[in-house]
């Protein structure tokens, strides 16, 4: 199984994965007039947890907007991280 590179492309696997399982039981099935069965208890709960990872993921992003970021109080080199230099005096932009 895939892991997800990130908390928005869950959702999207986990429907895929349920879309490749629905083929796979209608691949299996004589197509006979057999009606297509009720959702499997493992059906259900990926279900719930494709809506609850839509909600965190809502929530997630809420927070990234509302928190505020703080500010660079400071001073350094923006190129390597050193505090004992500026950019335009970082040592690696002359190499």
């Known amino acids: 199984l895939l892991e997800p590179p990130t908390l928005a492309e869950a959702p999207k696997l986990a429907t895929r994965i349920i879309q490749v399982e629905d083929d796979f039981q209608e691949r299996q099935q004589p197509r006979a007039g057999i009606a297509k069965p009720e959702k499997t208890e493992m059906a259900q ?3 719930a947890m494709i809506r609850e990872m839509g909600n965190l993921a809502k929530k997630v992003e809420q927070l990234e907007r509302t928190t505020p ?6 001073p350094g080199c923006f190129r390597c991280g050193s505090l004992d230099h500026r950019r335009r005096d970082c040592p690696q ?3």
Request: glycine residues 0%; proline residues 8%.
């Open 45 to 47: 709960k990926i279900d």
């Open 69 to 74: 970021r703080p500010s660079r109080t400071v």
């Open 93 to 95: 932009l002359r190499t």
